[in-house]
């Protein structure tokens, strides 16, 4: 495939194939923007259909870093790596330490930290070769807590604004559907939290022993992964892989706010146009998914790591899914459009100070 001609390249400063016979390793990682800060994303480690598969999602997934870094105020530019591989067979601590050297030659452009597939042990590998990384399990752990605690807030910060007149926000979900799709750390977690607060769940996962586990702990229904889209219920989460906002599932929808912690939800940007037409309130998913990056980087803070004032802005993203909707809803935009907006104009902000700076 040819990386500049594609879709998903959008002016990617590098793009960098990592190799490692001994281990088996076939990375990529891309970085799309350096202008705030070093580039900050995750490894996921996922068994794409072909290599082409791997590159289209770093890309894709890497600009979504982008914006996500800048709409949660953080100093850090946009990156992504992806290992090629099933999680569950093939990944070992010595291909993450082959990762780890892969990101060390890049000499701190790239930060990496967990994402699907990889934990905070793959981490601990990581870092014997790189001091390039974050996440880690002696220091601020496994961020996925935080993102979950992010689309709680950005979940109830949806159902508020669809209350007109509202004067308090929400506390209890009691009477509330959620269908949460993909039940790994964070789709788990979210979970509990919506059932711990009364919303009735409908959940599905690839994996059976997970939506099992996650129905005993909750009482919810499990339904067909390739169907839960069209469940009847009031909010859908979608928590597994992107994509999942297309032709096809759209017509089905029955949900009135899609809000969940899967990257590049919307197959492309023109589906959240459709979706507004339809009444559907749209979360932009990197905005209501950065609260597992908010958390790493309290960790890169001068001051160290501390867990409670990770959490005090995690809880910003309720009033910025709360200036999204209301920006969107007064200028007739989409939700997606409005949260680029913002975060073009931090990035361009920062542009030019710091051309400025140079002249």
């Known amino acids: 495939m040819s990386v500049f001609s594609s879709r998903a390249f959008d002016g990617h400063e590098q793009v960098v194939f990592g190799h490692d016979p001994d281990t088996g390793l076939k990375a990529v990682i891309a970085i799309h923007?350096?202008?705030?800060?070093?580039?900050?994303g995750g490894c996921r480690m996922w068994a794409y259909d072909d290599e082409a598969a791997a590159v289209t999602d770093a890309l894709r997934l890497s600009r979504g870093m982008t914006y996500k870094n800048a709409m949660a105020g953080l100093a850090f530019g946009g990156a992504k790596a992806v290992i090629l591989g099933d999680a569950r067979r093939d990944k070992t601590p010595a291909m993450m330490r082959a990762f780890g050297r892969v990101v060390d030659r890049l000499a701190g452009r790239y930060i990496t930290a967990e994402d699907v597939g990889i934990g905070t042990e793959d981490m601990a590998q990581v870092r014997r070769q790189t001091t390039h990384v974050l996440g880690l399990a002696d220091t601020s752990g496994d961020p996925s807590p935080f993102t979950a605690l992010g689309v709680f807030l950005g979940i109830k910060a949806a159902l508020d604004h669809g209350k007109a007149g509202a004067s308090a926000a929400t506390d209890s979900l009691a009477g509330v559907t959620v269908a949460v799709q993909g039940l790994g750390h964070v789709g788990a977690d979210l979970a509990r939290r919506l059932h711990e607060a009364g919303a009735k769940l409908v959940v599905a996962d690839i994996h059976q022993d997970?939506?099992?586990?996650?129905a005993r702990l909750t009482g919810a229904r499990i339904a067909d992964p390739a169907t839960i889209h069209a469940e009847p219920v009031d909010v859908y989460a979608p928590c597994?892989?992107?994509?999942?906002?297309n032709d096809r599932t759209i017509p089905e929808l029955s949900a009135r706010i899609i809000a969940g912690a899967a990257n590049n939800q919307l197959a492309e940007p023109r589906h959240a146009r459709e979706l507004a037409d339809r009444g559907i309130l749209y979360a932009p998913d990197y905005v209501i998914n950065a609260g597992g990056v908010i958390n790493i980087a309290v960790e890169h803070d001068a001051a160290g790591y501390d867990a409670g004032r990770a959490t005090a802005r995690v809880h910003g993203i309720s009033e910025t899914m709360a200036r999204i909707f209301a920006e969107a809803t007064a200028s007739g935009?989409?939700?997606a459009e409005v949260a680029d907006a913002m975060a073009e104009a931090r990035i361009a902000a920062h542009a030019a100070s710091r051309d400025a700076s140079a002249a």
């Open 33 to 40: 923007s350096t202008v705030l800060g070093p580039g900050v």
């Open 210 to 214: 997970a939506a099992a586990r996650v």
């Open 240 to 245: 597994a892989l992107g994509g999942v906002l």
């Open 333 to 335: 935009r989409t939700t």
